[in-house]
């Protein structure tokens, strides 16, 4: 029971990360290539997107370990035991 809820909350979190880890949209053609300085602020938001990833991949690891649990926990009533 404990490892079809584990492995279903490490597929969880891996969707949750996938998720979170999408690429960004395309910029415009219009904009510049150019790359802007990074700024202070441009470090504090690349911190505040990796606590948002890790955020992301554990509530979706607990969905899952949710769901795992829910779906053992039906088994045997949709079996007719």
């Known amino acids: 029971?404990?490892?079809?809820?584990?492995?279903?909350?490490?597929?969880?979190?891996?969707?949750?990360?996938?998720?979170?880890?999408?690429?960004?949209?395309r910029r415009s053609l219009l904009e510049s290539g150019r790359p802007?300085?990074?700024s202070r602020s441009g470090i504090d938001r690349k911190q505040r997107r990796r606590t948002w990833l890790l955020v992301i991949t554990a509530i979706y690891a607990?969905?899952?370990?949710?769901?795992?649990?829910?779906?053992?926990?039906?088994?045997?009533?949709?079996?007719g035991a």
Request: aromatic letters at 8%; a positive charge; one cysteine or more.
């Open 62 to 79: 607990l969905g899952g370990a949710a769901l795992g649990f829910f779906v053992l926990a039906m088994l045997p009533r949709a079996a």
């Open 1 to 25: 029971m404990a490892i079809t809820v584990l492995l279903c909350a490490v597929i969880g979190g891996w969707l949750g990360w996938r998720r979170a880890t999408r690429p960004s949209p």
């Open 36 to 38: 802007a300085a990074i």
